[in-house]
């Protein structure tokens, strides 16, 4: 069952009812303000920080859900309704919610008067636009009331929820003719403020949410709006909100626009305007200044053409033409658009992530980067040092960090021991997109200390080394706290049967060992030997070699486990994924790494794991972790065994790691299975079942529940997750083949057999590629020729050109 549908031509998602098995969100603002925004008008905003400067106020976990979001209630005669449907809940004679690339739309009616909403946030701004217009589509004219209404939260999301002795206290606003300035300050005093404008004279307004709602009023029927009668209320202390009441009139056929304005403003530090003027009083310049800008309708439209414009621009870099219309769609649109927004938030803002919990973390950025590389390569590199300075001098790193203060945080510490390993394949990704070795001299500090920094090589020689320097008793690589499965603790364990659990140190016990970790080293060890080659490095060149060899050869020896690669081994140096477990015997993650390293590839390992994968993990709607699930507690795997069979890591289809066997099958050249695998989790080809999914079907989730789950199919924790990055790689460099390289563009295409062939544009430094790709005997992978510009090369990589600007490439598949 579908809620709504793809508009392409437009990057659209529209979705026809509210009422959707989930709030369907969108996110507005790509630089430092942020919102999020649900198909509802749920949803709130923030600068820069979704913890410290939060601007409007929302209820996780609520009852109704979504229920608190920038709420615009229209009110003719007895009947109160709201273009997003809620909160009013009324029925709507029509609606549309369109959630597009950096905007969302709403079209509603009701009784013959027509609401379109517009939110977004202007490229450049701190501020979102809600460009509401009303037309009355009737015979007769039509007088009505609107009242707009956002709750402002006291800027520290955390305080704001937790400490009422004091915030109870602390409220202060300011109303100067349309504009509402939310002015409390968060402790020390701060040069921020909020603003709350509409660009028409209004007939009332309030600002104090008791007032607005009545006493024990709700948001569904606010006693302002039920009463027509707004009580131009100043808030002290308690909540402030904002709310503008506007008596409109409109004659058969007439439509007016009103642009509303919700921003953060921030006067400069040297104006020495500390808190507020003497007068107790704000200074509003820069405000006033901003309120212009967006002033009109065209002035508005202007913003919201150049905010489409932008994102055209951005979404040109890949393009791809087939005969399949869902895959064009997800990686022209929504693959991209997705790993844009995790490039933004990270793992911090979402309906699954309250944005005060979680800083950006190390791993998962690495991560982001293979996704967004090719949009924003300049934001990439900053990004890839912003990262390394959070890294310890031993090239262990903090496992998160903060983003507003770029510094490690260290209530969650380190121990991760896969973190140094992302470094180096964050940091290729970005090389071979654009050949940029010159970050590699870049000083960069150790756990943000300047006097402790070396050049940025140097973070990628320890981070290397890490793992050379913490080997286990089978010469495997430490776990640590866990690798990239955060609930496989290996290093709790009871002395006793029975006892209570115990940990080492913050860094790792000496036995536990990951099979998975030693993948990653053989992949990315590869990326490193590269990099100290390019750099003339011979010797540390050779050395990495020896030991991925080595590597190699220890995870056949003590990583193979028959049919497939064992995920690890315990404090105790029992196996974990293991035919010889009574739970848990394959895991999903080492098929993927191992094969994606190649290891064992010509031994022929690497086909029979992903054959083993096939056949243990596999259900209709993704592959899951692990097989057979934990059916109780084990002290000694940790947080793994807490969850019920078939959710989150027990054997739940994780969709951040269902792609990389997607890439692990183009290694072995099954390019049937590989877009099986795709296609399974893709949310363009299982919109159809929405209703089951339950999530955006424009976005990936992080997990669905596995088979063993009483709601097998089921999605949770939607937007944040390394799973975009991941399938848009598979997708766009291993399925489609289109792959940066250190010495030029690949194509290697492994794609099912039924396909053609396909059109692709690739944007690669400074060159456009117009590539042309034919699957004449239906082959799954294999390049017989190509082509440049119409003469004949070895290989499949592109030579990189000079002096041209344009390239064609034509490949026939064989
Ligand atoms: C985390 C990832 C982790 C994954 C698996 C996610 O919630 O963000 O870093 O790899 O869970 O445990």
Same mark, same amino acid.
């Given at each position: 069952m579908k809620f709504g549908y793809f508009d392409d031509a437009n990057k659209e998602y529209v979705i026809?009812?509210?009422?959707?098995p989930l709030p369907w969100i969108n996110y507005l603002g790509s630089e430092n303000f942020f919102s999020l925004i649900s198909n509802t008008c749920g949803g709130y905003s923030f600068y820069k920080d979704a913890k410290l400067l939060r601007l409007t106020r929302y209820r996780y976990n609520n009852v109704p859900f979504?229920?608190?979001?920038h709420y615009y209630y229209i009110k003719e005669g007895d009947t109160i309704w709201n273009p997003g449907w809620m909160p009013t809940k009324t029925d709507l004679d029509a609606y549309e919610c369109h959630h597009g690339m950096g905007y969302s739309t709403f079209r509603s009616s009701k009784n013959d008067l027509q609401a379109e909403l517009t939110a977004f946030v202007p490229v450049g701004k701190n501020c979102e636009i809600n460009q509401l217009t009303l037309t009355n589509n009737s015979k007769e004219t039509k007088d009505f009331s609107v009242f707009s209404y956002v709750e402002f939260c006291l800027w520290n999301a955390m305080d704001d929820m937790t400490n009422f002795q004091r915030n109870f206290s602390t409220g202060e606003v300011e109303v100067h003719g349309s504009a509402i300035y939310h002015k409390t300050e968060y402790?020390?005093?701060?040069?921020h403020y909020a603003l709350y404008a509409v660009n028409a004279p209004v007939d009332g307004f309030d600002t104090d949410r008791d007032s607005f709602?009545?006493?024990?009023?709700?948001n569904s029927a606010p006693e302002v709006v039920v009463s027509d009668q707004s009580k131009n209320s100043i808030a002290s202390g308690w909540a402030p909100v904002g709310s503008h009441h506007l008596k409109v009139s409109l004659a058969p056929g007439e439509s007016k626009t009103f642009v509303f304005i919700l921003a953060y403003i921030e006067n400069p530090v040297e104006e020495k305007?500390?808190?507020?003027?003497e007068d107790g009083k704000i200074n509003r310049t820069r405000a006033e200044a901003l309120m212009k800008e967006f002033d009109t309708k065209e002035k508005s439209e202007a913003a919201l053409a150049e905010l489409k414009k932008y994102w055209d621009e951005l979404l040109s870099h890949f393009t791809v033409s087939s005969s399949e219309e869902k895959l064009d769609r997800m990686v022209n649109i929504w693959h991209q658009y997705q790993c844009m927004v995790t490039f933004n938030m990270s793992r911090s803002a979402s309906y699954f992530e309250?944005?005060?919990?979680?800083?950006?973390g190390f791993r998962d950025s690495c991560q982001d980067l293979l996704g967004f590389v090719h949009l924003i390569p300049d934001r990439a590199r900053e990004r890839i040092l912003d990262i390394a300075?959070?890294?310890?001098?031993?090239?262990?790193?903090?496992?998160q960090y903060q983003p507003?203060?770029?510094?490690?945080n260290s209530d969650i510490?380190?121990?991760?021991?896969?973190d140094p390993l992302w470094l180096i394949a964050g940091t290729a990704a970005y090389i071979k997109e654009t050949?940029?070795?010159?970050?590699?001299?870049e000083k960069t500090p150790y756990d943000s200390d300047p006097s402790k920094a070396t050049d940025f090589m140097e973070h990628l020689r320890r981070s290397f080394h890490y793992t050379i320097d913490h080997l286990g008793p089978h010469k495997l690589p430490l776990i640590g706290r866990a690798?990239?499965?955060?609930?496989?603790?290996?290093?709790?364990? =009871?002395?006793? /049967?029975g006892e209570s659990f115990q940990t080492f140190g913050p860094s790792e016990g000496p036995n536990a060992e990951s099979v998975f970790i030693a993948g990653m080293f053989v992949r990315y060890g590869k990326d490193y030997v590269e990099i100290c080659r390019h750099r003339g490095l011979e010797d540390e060149a050779k050395l990495a070699e020896n030991a991925i060899a080595e590597m190699e050869k220890t995870v056949l020896d003590a990583g193979w486990d028959g049919e497939w690669f064992l995920r690890a081994y315990d404090h105790y140096k029992n196996k974990i994924?293991?035919?010889?477990?009574?739970?848990?015997?394959?895991?999903i993650e080492p098929q993927g790494f191992c094969v994606m390293a190649e290891i064992g590839l010509k031994e022929g390992n690497c086909l029979k794991a992903m054959e083993s994968v096939e056949k243990y993990l596999d259900t209709k709607y993704g592959i899951v972790?692990?097989?057979?699930?934990?059916?109780r507690y084990h002290v000694e795997l940790g947080?793994?065994? =807490?969850?019920? /069979?078939?959710y989150k890591e027990n054997a739940?289809?994780?969709?951040?790691n269902n792609p990389w066997i997607s890439i692990a099958e183009t290694v072995v050249g099954r390019g049937n299975r590989a877009w099986q695998v795709y296609t399974r989790t893709c949310p363009a080809y299982i919109e159809d079942i929405s209703e089951i999914h339950?999530?955006?079907?424009y976005v990936y989730s992080q997990m669905i529940a596995g088979?063993?789950?009483?709601?097998?199919?089921e999605a949770k924790n939607?937007?944040?997750?390394g799973t975009a990055a991941w399938t848009f790689l598979d997708v766009s460099?291993?399925?489609?083949?289109i792959r940066p390289d250190y010495d030029g563009l690949t194509v290697d295409p492994c794609i099912p057999?039924?396909?053609d062939g396909f059109e692709a544009k690739r944007d690669f430094r400074g060159v456009t590629y117009h590539i042309s790709v034919r699957n004449p005997k239906h082959v799954e992978k294999g390049v017989a020729s190509m082509t440049v510009d119409g003469i004949a090369v070895d290989g499949n990589t592109i030579p990189l050109p000079t002096g041209k600007t344009e390239v064609s490439v034509e490949v026939v598949m064989g």
């Open positions: 026809t009812s509210p009422k959707t979504d229920s608190n979001g402790r020390e005093r701060r040069n709602l009545g006493a024990y009023g709700e305007w500390i808190g507020r003027a309250s944005g005060i919990g979680r800083g950006m300075a959070t890294q310890f001098e031993d090239g262990s790193a903090y496992h507003l203060t770029k510094k490690g510490g380190s121990g991760f021991n896969d050949g940029d070795y010159t970050i590699l001299d690798d990239w499965n955060d609930c496989l603790n290996l290093n709790c364990f =009871s002395t006793e /049967p994924g293991s035919k010889e477990c009574e739970d848990g015997k394959i895991f972790l692990l097989q057979p699930p934990y059916h947080e793994i065994s =807490s969850y019920p /069979p078939g739940g289809i994780f969709c951040h339950r999530t955006e079907p088979k063993d789950a009483p709601n097998f199919g939607s937007w944040l997750t460099q291993y399925i489609l083949g057999s039924t396909l």
